[in-house]
């Protein structure tokens, strides 16, 4: 099976765009690209320690007097200081070693199922709570926010308009659409001390189409409509597995559109879907869309967006003559010819679910009376979809399909930061090049804005280099520098790692700025 796919996936691919081995600093997409820069919060977390006050801070010493110190407060109300940040280090990021090993017959643990679980687990990226529930760890919570940032780009540039719902929805919303009892045993579901009912939501279809259907005065004009959310989600899995991929709590963006007739909702349809193609290659992820099932949710027509990949749990058929690509749900169980160019023969295959897109019609707009005034100045009801990506699945199932057996590999524009700088061990011969180190941090923030923020300073120098480039390889820094006796020579040398490619190179201060000027954040 192996062997036929290896000729059939690059067919079904050759589509999609391709991107360059390094990040480009713009992009095919719509979306507005924004830089990264320094957070006041972000700095409470990494300031330096004593051993690195002298080198990082500018502030008066003990030897200052009165006036002197009074001075230079004051000065400070008029005109910005010229202090550097202080640098990020490695010995302040909170991601404890005793969180990586979790005895593997706990309760906690589960089973170490898959590539992306046993990964973030060992690199403290996550930490087991309740089964099928985790603790993001700061490194991880970075690359969720820059996910949903992009997110953000591409929902907005199609019309997208954020907003936030209550996770806790009543249980009279979901009897009138009878998904109460549909749902069954996966609603999360809890009574208030009244004894109303109430679930968890994992989904909301209901909720939003209620709120729509409370503006009275909503006018054709005002339609499409596109409402979204990034938000928490619950569904009661019967066996959370595979880590972030399939769990009882995660991260969803959700979208619901309001249109004035059928084929303005497949408009609609289409330019929610052109975005997550774009959003997929803005991440260097090789996506297929799949005609899919509507399940639970309802509607005439649905497609899923899938990462392919081994530990998949979706059975896909691929036409091995053209780009027709479905959920075996949707096919007859002995199909083997292409219904789409008839000559094809049909491979199964296995994918991981990150995206999911709906047309319902009049389904939930019917019951809840979302209605608009139409051009007559008469009450319509409005068309709807639905448009589902799970953002931390996303997240798992990227690690999964292009990290290493020993160390995590980011889409670029993840990675929690960007840079790792090494600076020498301790009492080493070019101990000394570690003042220029914290110099290259310093001049990566300074020459190269995108990169503020995104520069850590490994400042663990009680430990070898190697150990140090095992963490690093291990925690998926796109980019390593390492700062040794190549950086006190007369032309400074600086070994630099490009973890995605596992290229190695020695580059001068002036080549290493070029090359990193080319890294692109969101």
Not at 212 to 224: D, I
Not at 395 to 400: G, R, Y
Not at 414 to 431: E, F, H, I, M, T
């Amino acid at each position: 099976m192996e062997p036929i796919m290896n000729q059939i996936w690059p067919r079904v691919l050759q589509h999609l765009p391709r991107l360059s081995v390094l990040p480009r600093q713009t992009h095919s997409g719509c979306a507005v690209k924004t830089a990264i820069t320094a957070s006041p919060a972000s700095n409470t977390h990494t300031r330096p320690t004593s051993t690195h006050t002298s080198s990082t801070h500018t502030r008066p010493t003990s030897t200052h007097t009165a006036s002197s110190t009074h001075t230079h407060t004051s000065s400070t109300h008029t005109r910005p200081t010229s202090r550097r940040p202080p640098a990020l280090l490695v010995s302040r990021l909170y991601q404890p070693s005793n969180l990586r090993d979790v005895g593997p017959d706990t309760r906690l643990q589960g089973e170490l199922t898959c590539k992306s679980q046993r990964l973030m687990q060992q690199a403290g990226l996550i930490h087991p709570s309740n089964p099928g529930c985790y603790y993001y760890l700061p490194a991880t919570v970075r690359a969720m926010e820059k996910l949903m940032r992009v997110i953000d780009q591409e929902m907005q540039c199609i019309g997208g308009q954020k907003l936030d719902m209550p996770s806790l929805c009543s249980a009279e919303l979901w009897k009138a659409s009878d998904r109460w009892d549909l749902m069954g045993k996966e609603l999360l579901r809890l009574k208030d001390r009244h004894g109303a009912d109430y679930c968890l939501a994992p989904t909301h279809e209901e909720a939003v189409t209620t709120l729509v259907a409370h503006q009275t005065t909503l006018s054709y004009r005002q339609l499409p409509l596109l409402l979204y959310q990034i938000t928490r989600k619950f569904r009661d899995e019967p066996k959370p597995k595979y880590g972030l991929l399939r769990g009882r709590e995660f991260y969803m963006k959700d979208m619901y559109s309001f249109d004035v007739s059928e084929a303005a909702a497949h408009q609609t349809y289409e330019s929610v879907c052109e975005a997550y193609t774009r959003l997929f290659s803005r991440l260097g992820l090789r996506c297929v869309q799949v005609q899919a099932d509507a399940g639970n949710i309802g509607g005439t027509l649905s497609h899923e967006f899938q990462l392919p990949a081994e530990i998949g749990e979706d059975r896909l058929l691929v036409c091995g003559n053209c780009s027709f690509s479905a959920n075996v749900e949707t096919m007859t169980s002995d199909a083997t010819d292409c219904p789409k160019c008839n000559t094809g023969t049909l491979v199964e295959s296995k994918g991981i679910e990150v995206g999911h897109t709906f047309y319902l019609g009049k389904k939930y707009s019917q019951i809840f009376n979302a209605t608009f005034s139409n051009a007559q100045n008469k009450p319509s009801v409005a068309e709807m979809g639905c448009y589902g990506l799970g953002v931390t699945r996303i997240l798992a199932a990227a690690i999964e399909v292009l990290s290493t057996e020993e160390g995590i590999r980011w889409p670029g524009l993840l990675a929690p930061y960007q840079v790792c700088v090494l600076p020498p061990k301790k009492g080493s011969k070019s101990d000394e090049a570690t003042v220029l180190a914290e110099e290259l941090v310093s001049t990566l923030g300074e020459t190269l804005p995108r990169l503020r923020g995104e520069v850590v300073l490994d400042d663990r120098t009680q430990m070898t280099i190697g150990k140090r480039l095992k963490d690093a390889n291990r925690l998926g820094y796109p980019y390593v520098v390492v700062v040794g006796k190549g950086a006190l020579e007369e032309m400074p040398k600086f070994e630099v790692i490009c973890q995605q490619t596992g290229e190695t190179m020695f580059l001068s201060k002036e080549g290493l700025l070029d090359l990193l000027g080319r890294v692109e954040t969101v």
